[in-house]
């Protein structure tokens, strides 16, 4: 039996008290969270939506919500990263809407809970660099590694 690797999670900082949750599409379209009292624990959040959509699985773990009718993306978790860096996921800056794609620890090991650090890209006079944050300290700077990062202007 190998081991999985949880590369994300929905409700991080809003879990479940038991195993009784609910993943269901909502009424305004959205994927969302529901605990045993079908309150909303979290929802994907997306905003001028048809209610007509779905969800699916890619082969490799990326949870999509879907325009039913044209098969567009609205919602994908690999927007939405964790503690772990996928192939072809780029740690990126987008410097029109300032979106810093990003990875956040765990609060443990076992505590999906937003923790102290995180591995985010910063532009510094026109050259992206890879911190690692404590908080908001700088822990860790590797230097330039600007080709490694994605930088959509």
Known sequence: MSQSTIIWVANRNQTLNDSNGTVTISEDG????LNVQKQVIWTSNVSNIASNT?????NFGNLVLL????GNILWQSIQQLSDTLLPSIKLSINKRTGKNVKLISWKSP???YVGNF?????EC???IEVFIWNGTHSY??????GSLLAYIQ
């Open 125 to 127: 006079l026109n050259i």
């Open 140 to 145: 860790w700077r590797p230097g330039m590694v």
């Open 118 to 122: 995180s591995c985010r890209t910063v």
């Open 110 to 112: 076992s505590d999906p």
């Open 54 to 58: 779905s969800s699916q699985f890619s």
């Open 67 to 70: 325009e039913s009718t044209t």
């Open 30 to 33: 959205n994927l969302v969270v």
